[in-house]
T-cell receptor
């Protein structure tokens, strides 16, 4: 089946530092999504990408849909303590009859004040 | 005005019991899902369901069954619970007829089987 390789698995950074994480796959997708999960909560959508090469920002977050359609990255600038959580990439190929998301295994982010 | 709500938030039960988790979405979405998140935080789809079809992940034991009384609800029934069923279960919904519709998740039900 389709798999997403998300890295790194975990990160410890100082407050104020920039963060970068990415997802790669051997499969082609036409939608990439980035979610954040806080402890005890469900994943919440951060950024959605629908076109190859698309670069989208949401506040301090920036994500890009790789031009090959096989990868995506998420950057967080000037991290703050509330950025702590698990970040998931997810991708979908919306062909006929196919609308299920495939998820990466998550990047656990810890921010040291 | 929670978009996807599931109950209970915590469920502790003994092996062999039968239990249900309820899920409701008020987004008007046409498709609902159940995901299982294990101790390593990996999200694994169990079911997706709309009025037309139920898609089951073949790795899900048949002790698990989704029940949908209407478009806004997809409940999860689990029979003969086992220790390995302990996990966090997430309900989600999306509008499949809108190709760009992302998933919206509930806040999860932490199931502990003793």
């Amino acid at each position: 089946g389709q798999q997403l390789n998300q890295s790194p698995q975990s990160m410890f950074i100082q407050e104020g530092e920039d963060v970068s994480m990415n997802c790669t796959s051997s499969s082609i997708f036409n939608t990439w999504l980035w979610y954040k999960q806080d402890p005890g909560e469900g994943p919440v959508l951060l950024i959605a990408l629908y076109k190859a090469g698309e670069l989208t920002s949401n506040g301090r977050l920036t994500a890009q849909f790789g031009i090959t359609r096989k990868d995506s990255f998420l950057n967080i600038s000037a991290s703050i303590p509330s950025d702590v959580g698990i970040y998931f990439c997810a991708a979908r190929y919306s062909g006929a009859g196919s609308y299920q998301l495939t998820f990466g295994k998550g990047t656990k982010l810890s921010v040291i004040p | 005005d929670t978009a996807v709500s599931q109950t209970p938030k915590y469920l502790v039960t003994q092996m062999g019991n039968d239990k249900s988790i309820k899920c409701e979405q008020n987004l008007g979405h046409d498709t609902m899902y159940w995901y299982k998140q294990d101790s390593k935080k990996f999200l694994k789809i169990m079911f997706s369901y709309n009025n037309k079809e139920l898609i089951i992940n073949e790795t899900v034991p048949n002790r698990f069954s989704p029940k949908s009384p209407d478009k806004a609800h997809l409940n999860l029934h689990i029979n003969s619970l086992e220790l390995g069923d302990s996990a966090v279960y997430f309900c989600a919904s999306s509008q499949v007829s809108s190709p760009n519709s992302p998933l919206h998740f509930g806040n999860g039900t932490r199931l502990t089987v003793t």
